[in-house]
Structures are given as structure tokens and as C-alpha cells.
């Protein structure tokens, strides 16, 4: 068992390089607007995953960072005229700010307590969203321009607005991957386990969740700022409670606690919601549903993990 | 994907290299149209699946009376009232499936955002369900037509007719967001030039469902008509709680975007005696009457004015395809522009260069239960609103094309 | 005569409404706390279920003729049945599992009720009448009052109190505490102990079921009438703590109130005012008004 494990992690760069190479090619193949969208989706699904399946905390109200980070960057690229690599940045710092306001009020409690004070303050969140005048309430905020990265390249060429979320989404990737496999990502996995055991080594517990729900926030804000640069617009779809739900969707179905699982994750609920939007109609959400259950019930280690494990068992034979 | 790709690109080049001659200049010798509406989320009932069924038989009404050298087809998907579904749907078919007309869009977010698609990609937007006014405004395009409604025509039909009739104190129940306060700023200050008197006004969040307080406020302010400055189902809410607080009819309600689907689904009971404005009703005349018959012998239900207005629509772009011989955009709109509408939904009906159709509104008050013949005898039309003062006139439009 | 520049007759009203909702979310958080208690589960599922009482109620009437009366007995029997059947095929495979499953199973089961009713009844919702002999309203002098917003709150204060009372001072609420203390002994006492959950879960479904037939009268029964009332209840339950049923009564009449005050001195923040007060609560005492300190 334990010497197939360190295959599996030997594997791992290798795949992570072929992966990198089908990132690089795929924009010639596949509608690349599509793509953007999954990267998106696959960076913010991987931010809540940091919380999630590293440090065992269900955050119900991770679609605040998204869309805060969204209107934040297309408020000062569309009326401040900031270049976009700088749009991304605001947004990230935004949703760090209040990825740290959330996590003061929230990390005093676990499980199901802290579920729902996320859900709750992310409710205000939204409300606010709809209020405020620069956000354009139910309008959304709408026109805001691509740019010029580094005020050089012209990001209105899908292709390279998709090598832009491409590098945005390796760089967050990146700083994940770093912070799971660093002393810091194992002290977290260590209070995920038993922290009380935590506590009793001397680790302020508190304050290394506190790090880590900001972290997850920021990140999940540089994928909001990113996907309003590539739709051009950030709306209240995004603050809202179903696109929580729906992260936390993609999380479980491509695997919890696995390093690519939210990326597949996403991209399988992407593609369904494209596809089914032209056939199945109103049926959309009670196919989320039943996914939903399927999973919890069924499928509880997700596409990734079940791999995983099959590979696994594999190697045992 | 790879392969099919190059296929696809073959075959438009080789189509491209055929279209010159012969035929009229219509890319593969399709059009085809893309409805783009809500199936599942607030607006399906008024747009949804009826305005897929309205293309359909527009579509089937013209290949049979026009007899086209073209074939017409149609694809359909639910926005699900996102916008970055929408635009993202709009951008594909437009790329890949070689979709000429991007229609319906109900919600104003996915409108404004498929609306710039299209222009990018010089294709032509038909909007039929969504109702804010930037879309002829701040955000117009060339390219674009904003066919059935918009909530200025709602607002102020409604609040200058009523004030006519006698309705001259108003006090507003406002849906605290942009589209709310603008619904409210609009009509007020048609109250008061029509000389009314506004006495004041209370903000509701978005969503709210239990409206009795502000009900109450609106009771205690003793104002003859209480203006729903809302949508959807806080409009109906706070209709159907208006009625258990005894406040209708001793004060009465207008409703400033409010659909047949809505009263429909409250029943006349509720709604008796509230005004609205409308773009469309059934039982207009002769001529409604057979198109919406046929309509709801398919779909049970009859159909809204976003349902009718998608069919007239459709209609009418095709008409343009076929009489400009070419389905470039710029061409198509022209001829568009420059033939007025004459059907059973609108009457001399011309499309403004900020996009707007403008045609007659109807004002209409809800009928008795006694006076109702049965479900879908909804409305007296007590006015027609002419096409000239029911849109807002173009001296105060904000749309950058229209040259003053 | 008035109060801080409010006319005293508008107070006076507002504070009998909020009163009125605060039954809604006293009922919706009573059967949340319920469950909690015994299953561990935050059922995510309430809102749909409310949906769903309110639903049979209009189809007991318009296909059946069944009138309301009959149907505030029925709807709530029939969705605690269909809870019933849940907890027995799903939730009890996930009590070995983190709580947390049982949080995202019951929010599936909320998008698949809801997206099925969408389907086949439409977004724009359906108009259920207020039964004959509650029609009509008292003038209080301050205000109309509908005799049916009179009722709403006299049967949600009965079956609040009803139900604290038969789990304080019943033999069958004495098991119940107990199970929820501990289990195990509960269950060396030769009490089946499966059976009391499935039975907990069913009756705070229909809890949720019986608040449904009470709103459709007021509100339009549709598909989504229950999702955004959830997230406002779950935030009254976490106010409240979990830890007591009495608790969870008492902070939703509350709130409702406060939450009416707020609808005349600033309409606009009333949506917000439930979730500010929280995170007030959460900085002062974190385990909630009533809560057992975690």
C-alpha cells in the first residue's frame, strides 16, 4: 500500500506536466471562452477545496469573495481605467479583506455553526450588491473592458485573454499546491484531524485557520476578477447563495481533499450547465440536485478520489 | 473536435466560395435564429418556453407564406438568468453554429451582455422580453431592437392615465435596487406633471414576501392609488396582501411592470380594478384573437405580450432577410428599420435608430370576477396609448446614435 | 400621540405584524432545532418542505376539493411521511459520516423538490384563498386586523408550545433528551432508538409542512417561496443557539418583532437587520442567546 502511494505521488509531476501541456494546446481545439470559464471556475473551486479538504471548514458563503473580487476589479478597470493585471490584483485584495472579516467573526466555531454563519454573512453581501449604485443592482455591471495587460497586450483576442487565465489560474494553482505541501499545510491538516491534539502542541489554532480561510478567500477573488475580465461583466449571480452551493458541488464531485479533483469538478458542472442549457430546459437544477445527493450518498471520494483509489487497488493486485 | 473543426471550416469555405453567385447572399443558405430565455427561473411563465413555441410558428408561417429560396432554422437554450451563460451561449452560437439573430433575452443582465456579443460579432439582437431602459439608453447599439415593452412605456402609461382619471394622489412601494428606483423616479415625476401629487414613498428589500407593514405605511399615507414599483413575485405578494388588509378597494393599486401571466396567477379576486399597461392582449380584435387561439391550442395558456411580441418579431426580421436578399446585419437592419410593422400586434410600428420599436400601449384594468367570461377574460382596455407618447421621445434619449 | 416621530397607531400595527412573522420563523426555527438536536442535522431541505406543505394544501384543494381545515391536517401527515421516507433511505446512511454530509444531502434534496415543482407548476406561483370563516378582518382601532393573520398566530404559538411541552414534560420527550444526550444508554435502556430519529426527523418536516398551509393564504404559493425564508431562519437559529427548543421559540418571535420595527424606522435595512443582530450575538456570546457553550 504504502510503496504504491509514493508511485501515485511519483506520477504526479508527470502529470501535472502533461496537463500543462494540454492547458497550452487546448485553446485551438476547444472554444476558448468555454475553457476560460472552467479555469475560473476550476481556481475557485480549488480556493474553497484549501478550506475545505484541508482544514475540514464548510464555508457556505464562498460566492462573496467571487463576486466582491468581481465587481471590485470591473469597477476600477470600466471606471477607474486601471489595467487589467492590476483589476485582478484589487479584486484578490478585496476578497482577502473580507475573507478576513468573515473569518474573525467565524472561525470561533466548526462544522455546521460555521457553515451557516458563512451563509448568513454572505447574505449580507449580497444585499449589499444589490444596493449599491456601482454594482448596477440587478443589471449587473456590465461593459467592462478587457484591456491592455501591462497596458502592451490586447487582451480582446480570446486567445490571449486565455493564456492571461491560464497564467492566472497556474499561479493560484501553484500557491495551493504550495501551501497544502508546506510545514504550514501540515500543521492544518493536523487540526482537521484532532485539534485538540493541536491546540496541545502549542499551535494557535486560530490563527493558522484564520490564515488559511484568507488565503482561500483571495484566491477565490482572483477567480472572480478574472472571470469578470473574460465575461466583461460581474453580476449578482455571482454573490449568490447558489453559486456557494454550487462550489461546493464541484468540490465534492471531482473529490474532496484532492489536489485536481475541484478543477474536474468544474469542469464536469461547466459543461453540463452548457449543454443541458440547450436541451433539458428547467430540468437544470433538479439534475444539480440529484448529483448532489449521488454523491453524498454514493460517491463521497468524487471523481478524482475514486481514480485514485482504483489505481490504488490496482497496484495491489 | 479537432478534425471536425477543420471540417466545419472547409465547408464554410467552400459555401462562402458558392454564395457569391447565384443565390442571395445568405451564409449557408440558413438562417438561423437562437432564442436565448429563461426556461426554468422567474420569467418562464411570461417568456420561456411560449416565446420558443411563438418563434416556431413564426418561423413555420413564414417558410409557408413567403416561400424562401432559404432554409430558416431554430435553436433554443435556457440563460438561466445568468449572464455569463448567456453571453457565453450568444458568442458560441454565433462562432460555431453560424446563428444570424440572437432573440427573446428576458432579464436585463443577459440582454445588455448578449447585446454586446452581437455587436462585436455584427449579428442582430431582437429583444423581446427584457424591460429596462438602458438597453435604448446608456447601452444602445446599431444592431439591436427592443421590440415589445420597456418599463418607461409600463410606468408611464400607467401613472399618467390613472392621474387623468382621477387617481391624482399616489404614494410608491419600491423595490430597494436600481430597476426599482428608477420604475419609481420615472413615474413620479409623470404623476406630478400630469398633475398629480406624490406623498410619499417606502422601500422594500429584494425579495421580500410578507408586505403588510409597508402596506400599512402605504394605508396610513391615505393616498387614492399606491403605485408597485416591483416585479415579479414581490408584485404579487404584495398585491394578494394588499387585498387581505383590506387596503383594495378602498385605495387602489397600479402596478407598474405587471404581465397577464401575473394576474393569471392571482386570480381577479386579488387584482380586481388595478390598472396596467400593456403592449399586447388577446382579445383585442379579430386579429389577435386568431393568432393567439392558434397559440393557445399548443401551449394551454395565452400569451403574454413578450410571447406575441417574439412571434411579430421574428416575423418581421425574416420579412427583412428576404426582401434585402442577404443576411449580413448591417443591411438587414436597414431594411428593417425602414419598413414599418403591420400585424396583429402592432400597427404602423417603426423601428427608432436607438432601437426602439414604438407602437401602440394599451391601458387596461382588471376585470371583475362577475364581469370575467373565464380564465383569460382578464382586461377592459380603457385607453390606447398612441405609439408617439407612450415611448420615451427621442429629444431625451441618452443613446450616443441618435443625432440631436 | 407618537413614538420617536412614528404615529403611534403605525407602531402599534407594525409591532402585531412582526409578531405574526416572528410565528413564521418561530414554527420554521422549532423544527430546525428539533432535528438538530436529535439527528445532528442542519436539514437544509426546511425551506422546500414548507414549499411543499403549502403545495398540497393547493392541490388538496383544487384537484380534490379538499378544503383547508382538512388540509392543515393532511399536508403536514403526508410531507412527514415523505420525511419519513428520506430519513430512512438516505439521511440514516450518513450518521457515521461528519454532520456536514447531512447538510449537503438535504440541500440536493432542496434543489430537486424545488426544481420539480418548478417544472410542473410554473415560477409565477398559484393563489390559495383564505378559508370562509376566517375571511373578513377586526378593526383594533390602530389598525385592520385580517381575522386569518389572528389565527396564524394562535396556531403557531399552540403547536410551538404543544410541541415544548411534550418534549419537556412527556415520557416520549423525556427518550427524546435522552437520545439526544446520549444515545447509546438510550438504547441499552431497550428503547429503539432508530426509530425515535425517523420519528423526529418526520415530525419536524412536518413542522415545516404545517408553517406551509398556514403561509399560502398570505403568500402565493410557488416553487420558491421557501429558499430565501431558509437562509433568514437559519440565521434566527443561530441566534438562538441550538441549544434549547424553548430558545429557538422564543428568539423567532423576537426577531420578527425587531425585524418589524425596522420596516418603519429603516425599510430599507429590514432584509439585513436578522444578520447584523447575528453577528452581533456571534461577537458577545458565540454558542447563541440560549445556546449550551461548545
Request: net charge neutral.
Amino acid at each position: 500500500m504504502q510503496s504504491n502511494m509514493s508511485a501515485l505521488e511519483r506520477a504526479t509531476p508527470l502529470i501535472f506536466i502533461v496537463l500543462f501541456v494540454i492547458g497550452l494546446a487546448a485553446p485551438f481545439f476547444i472554444y476558448p471562452t468555454f475553457l476560460m470559464k472552467i479555469l475560473c471556475f476550476g481556481l475557485f473551486a480549488c480556493a474553497f477545496n484549501l478550506l475545505l479538504g484541508y482544514v475540514g471548514l464548510l464555508s457556505f458563503g464562498h460566492a462573496a469573495f467571487l463576486g466582491t473580487a468581481g465587481y471590485v476589479c470591473g469597477w476600477m478597470v470600466r471606471d477607474l481605467g486601471l489595467t487589467p493585471e492590476l483589476g485582478i490584483l484589487a479584486g484578490t485584495l478585496a476578497a482577502g479583506a473580507l475573507g478576513w472579516i468573515f473569518g474573525t467573526l467565524a472561525i470561533r466555531r466548526t462544522g455546521i455553526y460555521f457553515a451557516m454563519i458563512t451563509l448568513a454573512l454572505a447574505q449580507m453581501v449580497y444585499f449589499l450588491a444589490l444596493q449599491i449604485k456601482a454594482t448596477g443592482g440587478e443589471d449587473g455591471l456590465q461593459g467592462v473592458p478587457r484591456g491592455h495587460l501591462f497596458g502592451l497586450i490586447d487582451l480582446s483576442d480570446n486567445i490571449a485573454m486565455y493564456y492571461l487565465v491560464f497564467a492566472v489560474f497556474c499561479i493560484g494553482f501553484f500557491i495551493i499546491y504550495r501551501t497544502i505541501h508546506s510545514p504550514f499545510g501540515q500543521i492544518l491538516k493536523a487540526i482537521r484531524e484532532n485539534e485538540p491534539r493541536a491546540i496541545s502542541l502549542g499551535y494557535d489554532v486560530a490563527k493558522f485557520k484564520l490564515l488559511a480561510f484568507v488565503i482561500s478567500a483571495s484566491l477565490a477573488g482572483t477567480a472572480g476578477a478574472t472571470k469578470t475580465l473574460v465575461f466583461q461583466l460581474a453580476s449578482l449571480t455571482d454573490v449568490h447563495w447558489h453559486t456557494s452551493g454550487e462550489v461546493v458541488l464541484m468540490t465534492l464531485l471531482g473529490g474532496l481533499g484532492t489536489v485536481l479533483g475541484p478543477l474536474v469538478g468544474a469542469a464536469t458542472i461547466v459543461s453540463l450547465q452548457s449543454e443541458l442549457a440547450d436541451t433539458v430546459g428547467s430540468w437544470v437544477t433538479v439534475i444539480m440536485g440529484a448529483i448532489f445527493v449521488a454523491c453524498v450518498l454514493a460517491f463521497r471520494r468524487g471523481i478524482v478520489g475514486e481514480i485514485m483509489a482504483l489505481v490504488r487497488r490496482a497496484g495491489i493486485r | 473536435m479537432h478534425v471536425r473543426k477543420l471540417l466545419t471550416l472547409a465547408c464554410t469555405a467552400a459555401f462562402a466560395a458558392f454564395a457569391g453567385g447565384a443565390h442571395a447572399q445568405i451564409s449557408g443558405d440558413t438562417v438561423k435564429v437562437g432564442v436565448l430565455t429563461d426556461m426554468s427561473g422567474t420569467y418562464s411563465d411570461l417568456a420561456g418556453a411560449g416565446a420558443v413555441l411563438a418563434t416556431q410558428m413564426a418561423i413555420d408561417d413564414f417558410v409557408a407564406a413567403e416561400k424562401p429560396d432559404f432554409k430558416v432554422e431554430l435553436v433554443s437554450a435556457d440563460h438561466q438568468n445568468k449572464a455569463d451563460i448567456a453571453s457565453n451561449k450568444a458568442r458560441e452560437w454565433f462562432e460555431r453554429e453560424g446563428v444570424d439573430t440572437v432573440t427573446e433575452l428576458v432579464s436585463t443582465t443577459t440582454a445588455l451582455a448578449v447585446m454586446k456579443v452581437a455587436k462585436e460579432m455584427n449579428r442582430i439582437t431582437l429583444m423581446s422580453g427584457p424591460g429596462s431602459t438602458p438597453i435604448t439608453n446608456e447601452q444602445c447599439t446599431d444592431l439591436n431592437v427592443h421590440y415589445t415593452y420597456d418599463t418607461y412605456a409600463l410606468a408611464n402609461g400607467t401613472a399618467k392615465a390613472v392621474t387623468q382619471q382621477g387617481g391624482d394622489s399616489w404614494f410608491f412601494l419600491t423595490a430597494d435596487y436600481a430597476f426599482g428606483q428608477a420604475l419609481e423616479k420615472d413615474s413620479s415625476s409623470v404623476v406630478t406633471a400630469t398633475g398629480g401629487k406624490v406623498l410619499g414613498s417606502v422601500r422594500h428589500p429584494f425579495p421580500a414576501s410578507d408586505f403588510s407593514s409597508f402596506l400599512l405605511q402605504a394605508q396610513a399615507s391615505g393616498a387614492k392609488i399606491i403605485g408597485l414599483a416591483n416585479a415579479g413575485a414581490d408584485t404579487t405578494n404584495a398585491i394578494k396582501q394588499a387585498a387581505e388588509f383590506g387596503i383594495t378597494p378602498k385605495q387602489q393599486l397600479a402596478g407598474l411592470l405587471m404581465f397577464i401571466s401575473d394576474v393569471h396567477s392571482l386570480g381577479l379576486k386579488n387584482t380586481q380594478g388595478m390598472y396596467l399597461t400593456t403592449g399586447f392582449y388577446w382579445d383585442l380584435n379579430e386579429d389577435t384573437r386568431a393568432w393567439s387561439q392558434r397559440y393557445f391550442e399548443k401551449q394551454k395558456r395565452m400569451p403574454t405580450m413578450v410571447q406575441a411580441g417574439q412571434y411579430s418579431s421574428v416575423m418581421h426580421y425574416l420579412k427583412a432577410v428576404k426582401a434585402a436578399g442577404t443576411d449580413e446585419a448591417g443591411k438587414v437592419m436597414a431594411q428593417m428599420k425602414s419598413t414599418p410593422i403591420n400585424d396583429f400586434f402592432a400597427t404602423n410600428g417603426r423601428i427608432r435608430d436607438d432601437g426602439r420599436m414604438v407602437h401602440d400601449m394599451y391601458l387596461a384594468q382588471v376585470k371583475s370576477p362577475a364581469e370575467s367570461k373565464g380564465p383569460w377574460d382578464y382586461y377592459h382596455i380603457r385607453q390606447t396609448i398612441p405609439a408617439d407618447e407612450a415611448f420615451q421621445p427621442l429629444s431625451e434619449s441618452r443613446c450616443p446614435l441618435v443625432k440631436k | 400621540m407618537e413614538i420617536f416621530g412614528v404615529p403611534s397607531a403605525l407602531f402599534g400595527s407594525q409591532l402585531l405584524i412582526g409578531l405574526i412573522n416572528g410565528s413564521f420563523y418561530a414554527i420554521l426555527s422549532l423544527g430546525l432545532a428539533i432535528i438538530f438536536g436529535l439527528l445532528n442535522i442542519i436539514n437544509f431541505a426546511h425551506g422546500a418542505q414548507y414549499m411543499m406543505g403549502a403545495f398540497v394544501a393547493w392541490i388538496a384543494l383544487t384537484r380534490f376539493g379538499i378544503n383547508y381545515w382538512a388540509a392543515l391536517l393532511l399536508s403536514p401527515l403526508l410531507i412527514g411521511l415523505l420525511g419519513v421516507v428520506l430519513e430512512r433511505t438516505m439521511l440514516r446512511k450518513l450518521y457515521k459520516l461528519d454532520h456536514l454530509y447531512g447538510l449537503l444531502l438535504t440541500f440536493g434534496l432542496a434543489l430537486i423538490f424545488e426544481g420539480l415543482f418548478r417544472d410542473q407548476y410554473g415560477i409565477s406561483g398559484q393563489s390559495y384563498d383564505v378559508p370562509e370563516l376566517l375571511q373578513g378582518g377586526i378593526n383594533l382601532g390602530f389598525m385592520f386586523l385580517p381575522i386569518y393573520r389572528a389565527w396564524v398566530v394562535v396556531a403557531a404559538l399552540t403547536v410551538c408550545f404543544g410541541t415544548w411541552f411534550m418534549i419537556e414534560k412527556t415520557k416520549l420527550g423525556a427518550y427524546l433528551r435522552a437520545g439526544t444526550e446520549n444515545p447509546q444508554i438510550v438504547q441499552a435502556l431497550g428503547i429503539n432508538v432508530p426509530l425515535l430519529i425517523t420519528f423526529t426527523y418526520g415530525y419536524g418536516v412536518a413542522l415545516a409542512a404545517f408553517a406551509g398551509v398556514l403561509a399560502a393564504p398570505i403568500y402565493q404559493v410557488s416553487p420558491m417561496m421557501g429558499s430565501n425564508l431558509i437562509i433568514v431562519v437559519f440565521a434566527v437559529v443561530v441566534i438562538g443557539g441550538m441549544g434549547s427548543i424553548m430558545g429557538s421559540i422564543v428568539t423567532g418571535l423576537g426577531l420578527g418583532l425587531i425585524e418589524g420595527l425596522t420596516r418603519v424606522f429603516y425599510p430599507e435595512a429590514s432584509a439585513v437587520v436578522v444578520f447584523v443582530i447575528m453577528v452581533i450575538v456571534l461577537l458577545v456570546r458565540p454558542a447563541g442567546l440560549f445556546g449550551r457553550t461548545a
